[in-house]
Structure formats: structure tokens, C-alpha cells
């Protein structure tokens, strides 16, 4: 009843190769956006906005990046979180070396150290695979932590070695700081993340995402087919550093306020790559599901016993989180390895049916 | 199959309802106060009695009398785990009706530091924090009281010099620290100081995955052979400092450390090993005080605390100081009780309140706690009070005053108070700053 | 000029300078590479006849570590609680194994991973609420492990040799050997190594898979508990010992993930070559704390040359 695919033919090449070949998924999309760009800024708190919406969004991206990297081009990658830093400090510098520079610009300028860096670290891939991989993107990981203790340029010299986000206005309004709005704030990075992954979308659907995908399923037969290896590796951490390095400068500069170098240590990466996984490898849906269960998890762990009046100690509420976190990753894996994405498929197949059987 | 769509589709309808609700706080009637504690992570050995200390003054106030003039008091707690961003996630979280806010954490505090001008709310930082917090004019919702980092280090030096700092000269001062704001906060003095009066300062720090595997810093300290080594620790740094230290035979009366590195517990690791370590502190314990029995009579013995009976975590100079504290906090909204004439201050009214603490020793007495803090009082331009500190000394089993009340030069510190607020308040622009009081 | 100066002439002049500081030095790089070493040990058992990597071992030395500790609180003495809390371990094993590894044995290795990652962070919270977050103390006394120090005197210097390392150096080595003897020459050894070799093959001569991986989370266990205990006995027990499997990571990543051998050489090759680095070009060069990531850029540029470590088994791949 829903998903009516019955009388949407296609007659040009153009047609079937559509983002949506059925209609029904392009007036979804347009629902969610109507509903993140209409419906929330006028209904949701600002606790919502700041603890719900805006990491929501930019867990999403920085796992989108990543799931780019591990989930289409098969590299996996546990260095996420030091990638964030790197965008996050870059950013951080080009403001502080050029205040008079837009956000916008910096923000976007600053995915490029990120990828660079990226790059840098993805230059073992062409030698090392799977899990020695996966162990050297760690190596990034812990280096990348200690250079951002160390060196204190990075960090103006300041004495307590946190970087903050001093005010920041864009025509008139506080986008970033202390004094700036929630709601400004989620609309900004709302922009973002829709551009970003316009931006994702395009590249995975197109010559370069299905270079990955045939790296990713079985890379000599890719190479023996004439796909520069090289090429294609190196592309995929280049666009995946980019997109989390945008991540990292967002989460500091229009979520945090503040940030300190141990911020971006392994658990940070292990979120994002949970984000992913559950979300499902090799989708970009599944990202914003994941991001939605582990970011709403903990508020809802906090506030469900609440209320229905059972007292539950604040650190308890924390120990059961975590395991709630690590028993839901096993469920999700056993049950579903594809993730949500599957299962958001498997309900559009069930939709475009119903209520027929068959 | 089907039951599985079930399932989605009910977390999502879960999270739809709790998209568009509101924090949850714990809210009873009375006056609200949240601590950003950590009972959890490496951080909770020397977090959970301080906790402990703090909730059960609180309880013992309206088990005793009702609450504060008869208004209760509701102490809540949100779990921070000592991580910068959840500390955050927890302000966000408690910020709604609380009176104050209490972070815990030096990294947290800077963080919520130029929040608290935006949200108005105070921040009660006792013994922690961002030193220069003490020039109120700048940091007009920060309160570090009774004695900041500059204060213990400065104090810290006069006893290593036996009073005049100039004796300092050609010696080497080894700075053993948590690779975190909290462990780097006394630097821009100790460097100052070690410029002027010719000392070698060899920062050391240990970072957070290293708390427990020390050998390297303690071999660098065996190569460097220092003086003395001051010890900026927390947590499980303070364990394993301790048995390094016992291990490389540093000789322990040289070894001094902050008030958060004098825990009875990290100390009861080495015993008598420990004899001669000495730690600057602004609380003493006194378990036989007025205060310290009826805490034991009405919470502890009434089974309201969470305290650890068999760890003798009573006596404990942490326990202790988590009373001192909520002490502390109750004066300040006890005099914004008064001064505003009303039973249930808000945040506003508790930020003069803390500003205009009068804790001197009669003061003390009559709460039942003489001689268990530093005399201090707060004004409108100083958010420390500045009361200064005793050296306690561990005897093998316990910590045991060492000293007279220590106070640092306040002529040597206050001009890198207003120094590094002003450079704060300008990196922060736009910075309200409360012109009428002065330094 | 300076620089160069520092890179190649100053550490090796320092270490001349004072050899006794050296054999310090040394001595705490071997105790800590045994440590790596033994909790790389845990992950290649597993590695080696199940290939899975099993994130989880990190856990399980502070769970083991815990619940002896726990047990001895509770009043059990200690002789009694080593024996209990090897069941303990068993039957965590058995739990994982039918919990987690069962339903999903022929996914692709990184699942099995994730799994692994899914079940350390359960037992992280689990733990927690169970034993509480406090550091605790290793019950080495009472375990009949030697405190106490004794001093060399080589060269004019000392060297302080706490006799706990010893114990735990030479433990170690016995369990090693043990190890390798059983895995060599026992039944249920060569069974391991030949489901390591070839699943199907393994099954069709009879092997059983389940009990097999029931012996090797197992016997992971019993290392588990070894090094909780030793590293326990050095720094108290707690949570943070848990990065600690972060540590034996760069040790499998030099050794190869199959190799008994690699483990323990790349053990202690990493552990004696990260306190060198760090004392003599770390603290004067850059600031120190190089630990966190010495390992690591090791074993980046050996398997740069070598991408399946020292000793571990060629990557053949087929298309």
C-alpha cells in the first residue's frame, strides 16, 4: 500500500540509474528532511538539540567517513577518533592564524589536513591488510593523541593544553561558543552533514565507489581487471579522512566548545566504528541509524527507570550503559551482521508488499 | 522475523518520545545541588570518598535539622567518570534548577567555565580548578575557595625552602605530574617562580594510559636524582607513583605532593614504606570533632551512607575533606538565604552567597569542625579566600598535621591572577567583567 | 647539527656513562616485554586455533585478576581462590563460547572481532557493578609470591631487582614452556594446532570444534589469570589495567598473529626496545611519555618489510 511500485516504469537509461527509482523513497527522504528542518526546530528542548540532535549528526558523518573507508573500500581503520582530532586542531589553528576567516571555509579547509594526514597513515595499506591493518591505523591512533599533547603550538601554548572555541559569528549571528544558540547551531551542521553526504552518495554510486567496492570484495582479482590499486586506497582514506576530519572540526567547534587531546582516544574511534558496523558497513543510511541507537542509548538508560520512579545510582545508569552497548553490539552482529540498513531494507521489502503475502 | 520489525519499531518510538523530552533531574522540593561525581573508572579510588564525604554532610543536615533553616537540601549526583565530555554531558544535563555546580574536574571545569557566564549559574571548584578563577571581577561565577593550585604549590615550596624561597637556588625540583589540566595548572607559577629564584624544574608527566606502569618516570627521576619531587597526582596515578617511588627508594621526605595526592588509601598501599611523605592539604581530619560524631550519628550509623566501613574510610582525610566541602557550599547558601530572605535561593542569589563566605575559626567551632579547615572568607574580587594550608605528614598509618597554617605570598601570586584572567576574558570576548570590585 | 648530535651520539654515551642505569633500564624493559608477552600469548592460543581475535583477553585479565582478589575479600583463602576462580574463568569461557562464538562461526573476521570488542565492554560494566571501581591490592603475600627487593651492585651503581619481576619472569618462562610442550607433544595440543591449520579437515578427522575452543578460551584463562596476578602485584588492580591490552597489540602485530614463539620474542623485543627509547631518546628528545606509541611505529615498519610479522605464517592469498 505504501510502496506502490506498480505503474513507476522506467524508459531511458537515465531513469533507472535514478538515486530513487521508486517514488516512494524520494517522498520519504523529503519527510525526514521536512521533519529536520522544520518539524524539530520548533518542537525539540534545547537539552534535545544539544544531547540528541547535533551528535546524532555528527556521529553520522564522522561514521559515514568511516564506513566509506572500512565499509566500501575494505580497509579497516581504528584511527577514527585521532582523524577527528587532526581536523578539529586544524581547524582550531586556521582560526587563531586567521580570525577574520568565515567558519564555513575553515571548516571545510580543515578536512584537507585531516586528509592528508589520512593519507600519510593509509600508506601502509598498500603493504599491510586486515587485522595488521587494522593495528596499524592504531599506531596512527596513539601517535597522533601524543603529538596533540605535545606540541604545544597546536594548542597555543595554553596552559591547561584544551583548545576553546571562542565566539564565532557569521553574519551577525554566534554560530560557535559559548554564547551561541542551540538551534543555530543544529541548523548549521544540519547543512553540513546534508552537504556531506549529497557530496558521499554521489562518490560511492559513481566510477570511484564501485573501484572501492571491487577492492573491498577481492583486491587481486581488482588489480588483475586493471584497477590501480594504489589509486583506489589512497582515494578512499584521502575522501574518508576529508569527511571525519569535518566531523572532528564540527564535534569541537559546533557541539563541544572545548576540547582536550584525550578526547579523541580510542573510545571515541570505537563509537564511531560501532556507529558503522551497526549501522551496517557499506551503507550510508545505516550510519544516521546507528548514530541514532548509541547516541540515544544512554538518555534513554538515564531516563527510563526514572520514569517509572526506581531510584538507580548515576554510576550504575553508566555501568549499565556499557553493557548494554557491548550486549546489544553481539546481539546486532548475530542476529543482523548487515546492520540496521539490512534491516531497514527488509521493512521495505515487507512495505512494498503489504499488505499483500506475496 | 516479525518480531524483530517489532522491536524496531518500538525503539524508535522510544526514542521519538524522548527526543522531545527534557532533561531528567531528580527534583524534589527543596534546594537542588547536583555533583559531578565519579564513582566509576580509574579515577573513582580517590573520587568515591570525597563523594561520600560531600553526600553525607548533606544528608546529615536533614536527618539532623531539617535541612539548611529548615528548607532540605537535595544533593544528586551525575557520573562523570572523570571524562571531560560526559563532566559536560552532566552539566547540560543538571543545570536546569541547580543553585550550583560542582565539577570535579579541572579539565571539566574549564570547560563549563565560560558556560556558567551564559547559563548563570555558579561553580564551586574547592581546591581545584583554574587558579586565576580567584580574580572575581573577571571570573564572576567561579569560586575555587579556600586555597587555589598556586597557593598549595607556592606553599608547597616554602616548606621544601624552610620559609624563604631564595635557599632554593641550584636546586633541582622534579614536577611529577597527570598529563591533564588538572596536572598541568600549577606550571605558569612554578616556572615563574623557578626563573626568579633559580631552581631547575623538570616537568614529568604521566599520561593517562601510564598511570600504573610508572617505571619510566620514576627512572627518569632516578637519572635526574632531584631535590625533591612534587607530585601533581589523582587517581590511580597516585597508587602507582607510590610504588614506584618505594621501589626506586626515593627517600620519601623529600617527596611531596598536592592535597588530591594525599590519600590515605594510595599511602596504606606502601604503609610504613611511606613514612616522611608529605602532602599540603587545606582540610585535617578529626574524627572526634562535634561535626565528624553527629555525621556518624545521624548517616553513618542510620545505614544513609555509602561509605566503605571496613576500609576505616571515616578517618580518612578524603572522607573528611568531601564534608569540608559541602560545608563550604552551605555557608555560601546559607548567607544567600539571609541576605535575600528567602528559604529558597536561586542560582543567582547562591553565586553572592558564595562570595561572601565568612569561615573564620569562631565560625568553625560553632559548626563542630575547629581546626579541620583553613579559616577563609570570600569577598566580591577574591573567589579563593586564600586560607592557606597545613603539610601533613604520613607516619606509616596515618596522616598527622606537620606544620603551622602555611599561606602563600599573595604579592607574588596576585599579579599572575589578574594576568592570566585578563588574558582569559579577552580570548573568551565577548567576557562580562565586573568592573566595581578590585583585586 | 645538535639535533643529530642528540639522535646518535648522546644516548649511546649516556648509556656508557652509567652502565648501571642501563641494567636498570634493561631489567624493567624484560619485566614489562614478559607482561606484553603474556597477554599476546592469550590472544595467539585463541588466534591460533580458532582465528578469531579475541579483543576480550584485556578483560579477562582484570576480570581474573578481580575475582581472586574478590574471592579473598570475601574471606576464601588464597590457595583455595586460585583454583575457584580458574572455574570462574572456565565458565566464563564456556558462556562466551555459546553466547557469542557459536551462532556466529562462519562470519568474516572482523564481525568476530567487533563480537569480541561487544563482549569487552560487557564484562567492563558487568565487572564494575559486580566488584565496584576502586583500585584494589593484589593479594601477593598470601599467594606466596616474595616482596621485597634485593640490590645488585655492578659497576659502582645499583640495580634494584624487585623479587615480585623475578618471580614473574620466571613464572612466566615455566608457563611458556609448559605451553609449548603441551601444545607439541600432548593430544589435545596437536588437536589445537590442527584445527588452527584446517577447520574442515580438523572436523572430518573427528575433532570436536566445541570442546576444543572450550580448552583453548581456557586454557587463554589461565593466562589471563597469571598475568592479572603479576601485573596486579605491580601496579594494584583496576579497570585501567585493561589498556593494557592495547599494549600487546604492536607484540602481535611483530610476532605474527600465529606464532607462540613471536609472542614471546616480539614480547620482549617491543618491551625492552619501547624503555630504552623512551629513557634515552624519548625524555631528552621529545618530551617523553613516547610509550604510548614506540610499539606501535615498531611494528608499522617491521610489517612494512615483513607484512605477516617476524614469524608468522606467509599470507598466501588466492583469487
Not at chain 2, 606502569?213 to 590511580?236: F, H, K, T, Y
Not at chain 3, 584463562?221 to 585493561?242: H, K, M, Q, Y
Amino acid at each position: 500500500m505504501f510502496y506502490r511500485t506498480a505503474g513507476q516504469f522506467k524508459t531511458s537509461y537515465e531513469a533507472d540509474h535514478a538515486l530513487f527509482p521508486v517514488r516512494q523513497d524520494a517522498y520519504l527522504l523529503a519527510f525526514i528532511l521536512l521533519l529536520a528542518f522544520v518539524v524539530f526546530p520548533l518542537t525539540a528542548s534545547e537539552f534535545a538539540f544539544r544531547a540528541l540532535l547535533i551528535p546524532v549528526l555528527i556521529y553520522s558523518l564522522a561514521a559515514l567517513g568511516l564506513n566509506i573507508l572500512t565499509g566500501y573500500a575494505g580497509q579497516l581503520s581504528l584511527g577514527t577518533g585521532a582523524f577527528m582530532g587532526v581536523g578539529a586542531y586544524a581547524c582550531y589553528k586556521l582560526l587563531t592564524v586567521f580570525p577574520e576567516m568565515n567558519i564555513v571555509i575553515a571548516i571545510a579547509m580543515s578536512g584537507f589536513f585531516s586528509a592528508a594526514v589520512g593519507v600519510l597513515f593509509g600508506l601502509p595499506s598498500l603493504r599491510i591488510k586486515g587485522f595488521y591493518l587494522a593495528i596499524a591505523t592504531l599506531a596512527a591512533q596513539f601517535f597522533l593523541v601524543w603529538l596533540f599533547q605535545k606540541w604545544a603550538w597546536l594548542y597555543n601554548y595554553n596552559a591547561s593544553g584544551a583548545i576553546q572555541v571562542p565566539n564565532i559569528e557569521m553574519f551577525g549571528i554566534t554560530v560557535a561558543g559559548p554564547r551561541a544558540e542551540a538551534i543555530t547551531q543544529y541548523y548549521f551542521v544540519l547543512c553540513f552533514v546534508c552537504a556531506m553526504t549529497f557530496f558521499a552518495i554521489n562518490i560511492t554510486r559513481g566510477r570511484i565507489g564501485r573501484m572501492w567496492k571491487a577492492v573491498r570484495d577481492m583486491d587481486i582479482a581488482a588489480e588483475l581487471v586493471g584497477i590501480n590499486l594504489m589509486r583506489a586506497k589512497l582515494t578512499a582514506f584521502f575522501v574518508s579522512s576529508y569527511i571525519v576530519g569535518v566531523s572532528g572540526a564540527l564535534f569541537v567547534f559546533l557541539w563541544r566548545g572545548a576540547a582536550e587531546a584525550n578526547l579523541f582516544d580510542i573510545p571515541l574511534s570505537f563509537r564511531v566504528l560501532f556507529i558503522a558496523i551497526i549501522g551496517g558497513l557499506g551503507s550510508i543510511l545505516g550510519n544516521y541509524l546507528g548514530a541514532i541507537l548509541i547516541v540515544a542509548l544512554p538518555v534513554i538508560i538515564g531516563s527510563v527507570p526514572e520514569a517509572f520512579g526506581i531510584p538507580i545510582g548515576s554510576a550504575t545508569v553508566e555501568h549499565l550503559n556499557v553493557m548494554l552497548v557491548g550486549a546489544l553490539i553481539i546481539t546486532f552482529l548475530i542476529v543482523e551482521p548487515h546492520g540496521l540498513a539490512r534491516f531497514w531494507a527488509m521493512i521495505r521489502e515487507k512495505l512494498i508488499l503489504w499488505p499483500f503475502p506475496h | 522475523m516479525k518480531h524483530w520489525i517489532r522491536k524496531a519499531a518500538v525503539s524508535t518510538a522510544l526514542v521519538a518520545t524522548v527526543m522531545l523530552t527534557g532533561p531528567a533531574s531528580a527534583q524534589g522540593d527543596g534546594i537542588y545541588v547536583p555533583n559531578l561525581s565519579y564513582r566509576t573508572g580509574p579515577f573513582a579510588s580517590t573520587g568515591t570518598p570525597l563523594m561520600n564525604g560531600q553526600r553525607d554532610y548533606i544528608t546529615m543536615l536533614n536527618e539532623r535539622d531539617g535541612g539548611l533553616n529548615g528548607t532540605k537540601l537535595v544533593y544528586d549526583e551525575c557520573e562523570t567518570g572523570y571524562n571531560t565530555e560526559k563532566g559536560v554531558e552532566c552539566y547540560e544535563k543538571t543545570k536546569a534548577n541547580a543553585v550550583v555546580t560542582q565539577p570535579w574536574s579541572t579539565g571539566i571545569t574549564l570547560q563549563v567555565l565560560p558556560k556558567s557566564n551564559v547559563d548563570n549559574i555558579p561553580i564551586l571548584a574547592p581546591g581545584y580548578g583554574f587558579s586565576a578563577m580567584a580574580d572575581g571581577k573577571v571570573f564572576q561565577w567561579a569560586y575555587n575557595p579556600p586555597s587555589s593550585y598556586w597557593d598549595g604549590a607556592y606553599m608547597i615550596l616554602q616548606d621544601i625552602s624552610g620559609g624563604d624561597l631564595s635557599t632554593l637556588n641550584g636546586k633541582k625540583i622534579a614536577f611529577l605530574h597527570l598529563d591533564h589540566p588538572f596536572g598541568k595548572e600549577p606550571l605558569p607559577l612554578l616556572e615563574k617562580l623557578s626563573a626568579e629564584h633559580g631552581f631547575e624544574l623538570v616537568p614529568i608527566p604521566v599520561g593517562l594510559t601510564e598511570m600504573q606502569n610508572q617505571s619510566a618516570q620514576w627512572l627518569q627521576i632516578r637519572r635526574e636524582r632531584p631535590d625533591n619531587v612534587i607530585m601533581w597526582g589523582w587517581g590511580a596515578m597516585n597508587a602507582g607513583a607510590m610504588t614506584e617511588a618505594a621501589k626506586t627508594k626515593y627517600p620519601m621526605d623529600q617527596f611531596y605532593g598536592v592535597w588530591w595526592s594525599g590519600h590515605d588509601g594510595d599511602l596504606k598501599l606502601i604503609g610504613d614504606q611511606g613514612k616522611g611523605y608529605r602532602s599540603i592539604s587545606w582540610s585535617v581530619p578529626n574524627s572526634e570533632s562535634a561535626l565528624m560524631q553527629d555525621i556518624k550519628k545521624h548517616v553513618i550509623d542510620a545505614g544513609k551512607s555509602q561509605i566503605n566501613q571496613g576500609e576505616d574510610e571515616f578517618d580518612s582525610v578524603f572522607y573528611q575533606r568531601g564534608v569540608m566541602i559541602s560545608l563550604i557550599l552551605v555557608e555560601g547558601i546559607r548567607a544567600a538565604q539571609e541576605e535575600f530572605d528567602t528559604q529558597n535561593p536561586n542560582a543567582e542569589q547562591v553565586r553572592w552567597g558564595l562570595e561572601n563566605i565568612k569561615l573564620d575559626e569562631a565560625r568553625l567551632a560553632e559548626l563542630g569542625a575547629e581546626g579541620m579547615l583553613v579559616p577563609f572568607s570570600t569577598s566580591c574580587a577574591d573567589h579563593t579566600g586564600h586560607g592557606g594550608g597545613w603539610i601533613l605528614e604520613w607516619d606509616g598509618s596515618k596522616f598527622v598535621k606537620a606544620s603551622d597554617l602555611l599561606k602563600a605570598d599573595r604579592d607574588v601570586i596576585r599579579p599572575l591572577e589578574e594576568e592570566k584572567a585578563k588574558e582569559y576574558a579577552e580570548a573568551n570576548s565577548p567576557w562580562p567583567v565586573n568592573e566595581e570590585c578590585s583585586m | 647539527m645538535d639535533i643529530l648530535k642528540g639522535i646518535f651520539v648522546d644516548p649511546f654515551a649516556d648509556m656508557i656513562a652509567a652502565p648501571d642505569f642501563l641494567l636498570q633500564v634493561l631489567w624493567e624493559g624484560l619485566v614489562g616485554g614478559v607482561l606484553y608477552a603474556l597477554i599476546a600469548l592469550g590472544f595467539v592460543l585463541i588466534f591460533k586455533s580458532s582465528r578469531i581475535f579475541n579483543f576480550a583477553q584485556g578483560i579477562m585479565v582484570v576480570f581474573a585478576a578481580l575475582t581472586l582478589v574478590g574471592l579473598h575479600e570475601k574471606g576464601v583463602p588464597a590457595l583455595l581462590a586460585l583454583p575457584l576462580t580458574l572455574g570462574v574463568m572456565f565458565m566464563l569461557a564456556v558462556a562466551i563460547e555459546r553466547a557469542v562464538l557459536r551462532p556466529l562461526v562462519n562470519q568474516p573476521d572482523i564481525i568476530l572481532f567487533m563480537a569480541t570488542i561487544g563482549i569487552t565492554l560487557f564484562l567492563i560494566g558487568l565487572g564494575e557493578i559486580i566488584f565496584g571501581g576502586e583500585n584494589k591490592v593484589m593479594i601477593t603475600e598470601q599467594l606466596g609470591i616474595p616482596t621485597g627487593s634485593f640490590t645488585l651492585e655492578p659497576f659502582g651503581g645499583f640495580v634494584s631487582i624487585e623479587q615480585k619481576d623475578l618471580t614473574a619472569v620466571i613464572g612466566a618462562v615455566l608457563l611458556v614452556g609448559v605451553l609449548l610442550l603441551f601444545l607439541n607433544k600432548s593430544k589435545i595440543g596437536r588437536a589445537i594446532r590442527a584445527l588452527g591449520d584446517d577447520h574442515q579437515a580438523a572436523l572430518s578427522v573427528g575433532i570436536s570444534l566445541s570442546t576444543i575452543w572450550v580448552i583453548v578460551w581456557f586454557i587463554a584463562g589461565v593466562i589471563a589469570l597469571a598475568t592479572g596476578i603479576v601485573w596486579g602485584a605491580r601496579a594494584g588492580v583496576s579497570f585501567a589495567l585493561e589498556v593494557i591490552a592495547y599494549k600487546a597489540l604492536p607484540v602481535l602485530m611483530l610476532g605474527g598473529l600465529e606464532s607462540v614463539m613471536g609472542a614471546i620474542i616480539g614480547g620482549l623485543a617491543i618491551g625492552i626496545l619501547e624503555k630504552l627509547f623512551e629513557i634515552y631518546w624519548g625524555q631528552p628528545l621529545l618530551g617523553g611519555n613516547t610509550e604510548m606509541w614506540f610499539a606501535y611505529v615498531l611494528a608499522l615498519i617491521v610489517l612494512l618489510f615483513r607484512p605477516q610479522g617476524l614469524f608468522g605464517e606467509r599470507i598466501i592469498e588466492r583469487v
